[in-house]
């Protein structure tokens, strides 16, 4: 319900850029790419761990006991992207996202080897001084970091190591044939930020992948197990539908070699924001102030804001609209990455009052075109009487970590005012 294109705005706590900001020293090897105001590294590791929440910087090396060992996992990196949403005007396609490599002065198809590390060191460590002109583009609310892969079935890359098979460890060689491209999806908060860097954990689990699969009949030929499409194939065939899933994304995406194109979420990521009785409006009682939320002005919208202290240390957000616009979305209080999930039960409960009673619109939707719908969109008549709770019982329409909360405020000369915003898991 927004056009970017002609408008002005307020951006509230310019922390939300980089939201959990920690001022703690990283320790961190990989990638190292700068720009004046954040150092950006990644970290291609192998895990053998039990899935952590939240991604060591240093990978659990195997032990004596593993089933599965890799030793070599390459893949060629195409590029990194940022996503996020604007507010002021750019050319960037937010459902596209702003590619920071390759840059534009290098050929198209400039891809570069990353070798993960094994467990036994701390990934691959590039150093390159064109990296240094990656731009994050700070006028962009970060939402996701996209890394995307080419295996290059040209190249005959697969992952090899050692499978333990009756106690023995037999070598196998594993297939990336089936694989065209690779992209994974980070949520932002799945990266490891500081006050001047960030560094981006891309780790592969070795147990997600395997956990599971019975791989003690696998056809060994020449003392060696090989998963291809024509050697094991079941058994690869499996094990491909499980590859992505056991990188420590968000969602990836995988091209196959027909052009065909499947997404989906991580679960285990996802189960980061499957959680009841949760309030996901971060600052709903404005008692950090106006940090988490954006007041859009557009379409003749005309607005201010200030955050007013009431007794006993409780807090308002009042919006002053001089010109309401000509668009019920001229006027927008706006609250982002509010996590959605499909068919999950949710409720909206905000307090509010006016000195002119009117409608406002209350929507969840998408933060781009075409500003999908993913939970409600509902007309509340705000009254006067100094504070008047509202609520609406609503179901998740799709899975999404990033979903928009509006207030559509437009329309009319008024002063709004708001306290205690809250989205509350209820199933």
Known sequence: ????????????????????????????????????????????????????VTTPLLAKMPSA??????????????????????????????????????????????TMR???????????????DAFKKIDLQDEGLLKEIGVGFEPNETKNYSI??????????????????????????????QAEIYADSLNLPVVFYVKRWIEGVDLSDAVIENGVIRFSETENKALWTSLNDRFLSSFSCLRWSWEQLDGTVISDYVQEALNLFDKPLTNWATNGDFSNGSTGWVLVRQYFGVADTAIVQEK????????????????SYSIQLIHEDIPVLKDRKYKLIFT???????????????????????????????????????????NGLEDNTF?????????????IWFKQIQIIRID
């Open 114 to 128: 990353i070798n993960f590390g094994n467990g036994t060191q701390n990934g691959e460590s590039i150093i390159d």
């Open 160 to 189: 090899d190591g050692l499978l333990k098979i009756n106690n023995e460890d037999i070598p196998f060689e594993f297939s990336l044939s089936a694989f065209a491209s690779i992209d994974l999806r980070y949520h932002y908060q």
């Open 403 to 415: 979903a928009r909360l509006e207030f559509n405020l437009g329309g009319a000369e008024r002063t």
């Open 352 to 394: 509010a009052w006016s000195d002119v009673e009117g409608p406002i619109i209350v929507r969840l939707g998408s933060y781009h075109t075409p500003y999908n719908q993913l939970g409600f969109q509902k007309t509340f008549v705000i009254g006067t009487n100094g504070g008047e709770a509202y609520e609406i019982e609503y």
């Open 1 to 52: 319900m927004s056009d970017y294109r002609f408008f002005s705005f307020c951006l509230f706590g310019l922390a939300i850029i980089f939201n959990g900001c920690s001022t703690k020293e990283p320790a961190t090897t990989g990638i190292e790419i700068g720009n004046p105001s954040i150092a950006f590294t990644a970290s291609f590791l192998i895990d053998y761990g039990s899935q952590p």
């Open 312 to 327: 006993g240390n409780h807090f308002q957000m009042k919006v002053s609209i001089s010109n309401g616009g000509t668009k």
């Open 65 to 110: 006991n593993e089933l599965m060992i890799i030793e070599n996992l390459r893949l060629d990196l195409k590029s990194i992207r940022s996503y996020s949403s604007y507010y002021v005007y750019v050319t960037t396609d937010p459902l596209e996202g702003l590619l920071l490599w390759p840059y534009e002065s290098m050929p198209t198809d400039t």
